[in-house]
């Protein structure tokens, strides 16, 4: 088992930046694939952007070249930066890990607006 925990999340004017982290924690694997889902009121948990241990990374359109993902193997933690901030980028923001198991963080709570 695999624990994820994802401090950061807030609130931000539209046009800011703000970064999400995820460390994990047991039984960590050095192969993964790591992603972020987020959630907005009223709709289905969707995908934003994964990364792999051998380092290819998908986005999901609406946030190609506002969001990157990337991560820190020995600190075993996974970042998301996003820059340009809409407020429909406003939702419940979940980290993801595929590895010997899959396993979710409890999610942080993202808020844009002026």
């Known amino acids: 088992q695999v624990q994820l925990v994802e401090p950061g999340g807030g609130l931000v004017q539209p046009g800011g930046s703000l970064r999400l982290s995820c460390a994990a924690s047991g039984s960590i694997f050095s192969i993964y694939v790591m992603g972020w889902y987020r959630q907005a009121p009223g709709k289905q948990r969707e995908l934003v952007a994964y990364?792999?241990?051998?380092?290819?990374?998908y986005y999901t359109d609406s946030v190609k070249g506002r969001f990157v993902i990337s991560t820190n193997n020995a600190k075993n933690t996974m970042y998301l930066q996003m820059n340009s901030l809409k407020p429909e980028d406003t939702a419940v923001y979940y980290c993801h890990r595929i590895d010997s198991t899959v396993d979710w963080g409890q999610g942080t709570q993202v808020t844009v607006s002026s």
């Open positions: 990364i792999t241990s051998g380092g290819i990374t």
